[in-house]
């Protein structure tokens, strides 16, 4: 009789759910083969693969500036901070002088998978810490489960941006507050919304630890922008005031400046002038931008003194409110925004609701972009006629939705709770 052998260990559902290490691999496997692919490249003029209809050939046009003109911030203008206008570059030449844009666009999504990758771990990670394991391993799966990480990894560079966010209140919370400067002091030259998160530190720490936090946030930021002001300073300042001088776009704002068109910025060659980075696109603002700021900052500061609850919960709210009171203040709106969005509601709302609202703002920004705005070659990407109607009720209906998250938040701030989430 053939001698019988030990079944193999079997896998069960509990198991599957509660290891990490494989939802990592699958997170991972998932993306990195997908990239493989349908891997980005170009046909002619025409953009394939699974970054068509993003910004990374975007990214890479202007990045091939290096090749004719020279470097950013020195030789032509960029709207972006010197951290990401350097990193497109350096891709660009190790993509190969002269052109290559599947390689770029596979040196590029390597790097976003693994920054969201990053994201990954810290929301189970500061998802445990704010509730308890189960929870944290539960919102892991929610995260890797959604569509806009997954795309957006694939069409602009906002995952590092989050990343960025997410480290930076990690290290909030473990009370590592120079390592928290220095995150977001890094993380605002990529984008400067991290720099935002600073406001938490002031409500959840001394006034001697805010400032520390803050003044090493500022010698990060200031040290690099410092050199390329001092070489080129003509250059150099359209990286910290090109977004703010553009024409309102894709908000509530731009429906009533009467502005139905996206924000982008005129064709390359404008980069070699400095004076266009401040060509309005667009109608003028009907309500100020310094009227909008002033607003906000009023808003800010009035929740910052109504503020009851001082455990991390309130903290990472505290992040969440100070972030989406910036984004429905500006005078555009753009989808990728919604990568730094989502851990922040998943972490404050752990529940059906939360993950329902994400569902909800993930559908209204699909179909705002790519559904709608890709049927507007014929108009010169204007909306106009029967996608106007559609268009203004989804910027309305996002509106609304992001103002009732702020009013969840407020609700959260104003539970009164010691550091320790004792009721007070």
Request: glycine share 10%; with cysteine; proline share 4%.
């Amino acid at each position: 009789m053939a001698k019988r052998t030990a079944d193999a260990p079997t896998l069960s559902l509990g198991a599957l759910l509660g290891d990490f290490r494989l939802l990592l691999l699958l997170f991972v496997g998932f993306r990195v083969l997908l990239l493989l692919a349908y891997q980005p490249l170009t046909i002619g003029n025409v953009e394939r693969g699974v970054s068509a209809g993003g910004d990374f050939q975007t990214y890479y046009q202007i990045a091939s500036l290096s090749d004719t003109v020279g470097l950013p911030l020195r030789d032509w203008w960029s709207e972006f901070p010197p951290l990401w206008s350097y990193t497109s570059v350096t891709l660009y030449q190790l993509a190969g002088r002269g052109g290559n844009y599947a390689a770029f666009a596979l040196l590029l999504g390597a790097i976003l998978i693994a920054a969201d990758t990053g994201s990954l771990i810290l929301v189970r990670k500061i998802g445990t810490r704010l509730y308890r394991a189960d929870t944290g391993m539960a919102l892991a799966w929610v995260y890797a489960l959604l569509a806009v990480p997954l795309v957006f990894t694939y069409w602009t560079f906002e995952g590092l941006v989050t990343f960025s966010l997410l480290l930076g209140v990690w290290w909030l919370l473990n009370e590592r507050d120079g390592r928290a400067g220095a995150v977001f002091g890094i993380g605002a030259l990529l984008k400067f919304t991290p720099a935002l998160a600073l406001g938490a530190a002031w409500r959840y720490r001394s006034a001697r630890q805010a400032a520390g936090t803050t003044v090493i946030s500022l010698l990060i930021f200031g040290g690099v922008f410092a050199p390329f002001l001092l070489q080129n300073a003509a250059m150099t300042l359209p990286s910290l005031t090109a977004q703010w001088s553009k024409a309102s776009y894709q908000s509530v704002w731009a429906l009533l400046d009467g502005n139905y068109r996206t924000g982008n910025f005129g064709p390359l060659e404008d980069r070699l002038d400095p004076a266009k980075a401040a060509v309005l696109l667009g109608n003028p603002a009907v309500i100020p931008g310094w009227l909008r700021l002033g607003a906000a900052a009023a808003l800010g500061l009035w929740l910052f003194a109504r503020t009851r609850r001082y455990d991390d919960k309130g903290l990472v709210a505290f992040v969440a409110a100070t972030l989406l009171i910036f984004f429905l203040q500006a005078q555009g709106w753009s989808p990728q925004w919604l990568m730094q969005i989502i851990p922040f509601v998943l972490l404050c709302f752990p529940n059906r609701n939360g993950i329902l609202i994400l569902l909800v703002l993930s559908g209204v920004t699909f179909t705002e972009y790519p559904f709608l705005w890709l049927r507007t070659g014929d108009s010169g990407g204007m909306m106009t006629g029967a996608l106007v109607v559609p268009y203004v009720m989804l910027v309305l209906a996002r509106t609304g939705l992001l103002a009732g998250v702020v009013v969840g938040l407020y609700r959260i701030l104003r539970q009164p709770r010691d550091r320790d989430g004792r009721a007070i």
